[in-house]
């Protein structure tokens, strides 16, 4: 008997999957991103594995959620509503018995207790017939429909597929070095600076970690900061946190000053700066509403719809909505108009956006343009960007999935580059 199933028998089992469903159940019906429910849903977890699985569970249903209901929706007289618990509990049974290697038995027997009465024997009836049927999810996973109509319309089928591609596991975890070489970490590097190791592992015991000799930064994710190049000067990073782009600055000797709104998210940001001996000025505050001297470059790396985190964040698909976009491309509008306010004459603008919408991005872009005269755009040279990676006819960085496929991807990705004149 291995570990994994001593805890199935004792009961942390059933504590998982109820921790796993509690998550599905924040994301498709509260709207709330995966991470920041994961804390209150795994409540009672004493495990750090356990607590591991129940994300992994959940991750790994929203990867296959349109798969996962057409499967139960075969074997039911009539459709389950989309959030009840029998079909929340036979998407963790099933995801586990055909995508994580989980015993059959195991799959049903830890979600059987999440649902009493005739759902359990519904759940039990259907993943049986299913099990007995063999069936397998498709080697792509199917977006949901309406992303999939979203991105074909404005990238390509091409595009479409490389997502789903995209989507089928956890992607690499990319680094961003402080200064030189790391001992003891092995991996491939695809920018200066840049190093990416496989997916998976305790990032806290890896070398450097405690010395602070690098950070974790997906490539694109990096691409904002590189493109504005070496200090000194003021750099004022708006919406700061995590901080990768406030230690990128910092690393690269601009006197840095982060904003952003949350303080916890600003104490992640202390903490990161804590740790690689960087130094910048913090500062909670609204991009919106920040008033300081005008800086020699100004980073907004706006909040946005996050679709282009997808492949480590696959809530996003199920949570954003073409209203929600609108909503949020207004937004970045007005940021980026107040972020302009902060620019020196002859000083740099960088927006970027994690997002695979083009409203947020190359929309917004075009927008500023058109409103502030007194800007003019600077267009990004290939060889600024990994090889690989190439700007559009506007001179701004368009990153989709398919992109670096066969380095391990990177993130979806918009950036635009500014001076004011």
């Keep these: 008997m291995n570990d994994q199933t001593r805890r199935d028998q004792d009961g942390a089992g059933v504590a998982t999957r109820a921790a796993a469903l509690r998550l599905l159940d924040a994301v498709l019906r509260k709207g709330l991103p995966l ?5 209150n849903a795994a409540r009672g977890l004493e495990r750090a ?5 129940a994300h992994a569970i959940a991750a790994e249903v929203l990867r296959r959620l349109p798969d996962l209901d057409a499967l139960i929706d075969s074997a039911t007289a009539k459709p389950l509503p989309p959030d009840a618990k029998a079909r929340m509990a036979l998407r963790i049974a099933l995801v586990q018995a055909l995508q994580l290697n989980t015993p059959s038995h195991a799959a049903i027997s830890t979600v059987l207790p999440l649902v009493d009465g005739g759902p359990r024997k519904l759940v039990h009836g259907v993943f049986g017939t299913l099990d007995r049927r063999g069936v397998k999810l498709p080697e792509l996973p199917s977006l949901p429909e309406g992303v999939a109509a979203r991105w074909e319309a404005a990238w390509g089928a091409d595009v479409v597929e490389a997502a789903q591609r995209a989507i089928t596991a ?8 402080k200064d030189g070489d790391v001992a003891g970490l092995e ?3 695809l920018a200066p600076g840049h190093l990416r190791l496989p997916a998976g592992g305790r990032v806290t015991e890896l070398p450097g970690f405690a010395d602070g000799d690098w950070w974790v930064q997906d490539l694109s994710a990096s691409l904002p900061a590189r493109l504005i190049g070496k200090g000194p000067g003021r ?7 995590p901080g990768g782009k406030t230690m990128q600055l910092a690393a690269a000797g601009w006197d840095v000053t982060a904003v952003d709104m949350a303080d916890q998210r600003l104490k992640r940001v202390r903490e990161n700066l804590a740790r690689t001996k960087l130094k910048a000025r913090l500062v909670s505050g609204d991009a919106l509403t920040f008033s300081d001297d005008p800086y020699d470059v100004v980073l907004l790396d706006a909040p946005c719809s996050a679709t282009g985190i997808f492949r480590r964040h ?15 491309a207004e937004r970045q509008q007005a940021m980026l108009a ?3 306010s902060l620019v020196k004459p002859g000083g740099l603008l960088v927006y970027s956006v994690c997002s695979l919408e083009p409203e947020e991005g190359e929309g917004v872009a075009d927008a500023f343009l058109a409103s502030f005269s007194g800007f003019a755009p600077v267009p990004i040279a290939a060889d600024e960007l990994p090889a690989g ?18 380095q391990g991807g990177t993130d979806g990705f918009f950036v635009a580059r500014f001076r004011r004149g």
């Design 49 to 53: 594995d356990d607590r591991a699985l």
């Design 314 to 328: 696959p809530d996003v698909l199920h949570r954003v909505r073409p209203r929600a976009v609108a909503t949020l």
């Design 170 to 177: 956890p992607p690499p975890l990319d680094l961003t070095i």
């Design 187 to 189: 991996g491939i590097s």
């Design 235 to 241: 750099a004022l990073d708006l919406c700061a946190a």
């Design 35 to 39: 991470e920041s429910a994961l804390d």
């Design 389 to 406: 990676l190439i700007p559009n006819d506007k001179g701004q960085v368009r990153v989709l999935p398919g992109a670096l496929a066969e």
């Design 338 to 340: 107040r972020a302009a």
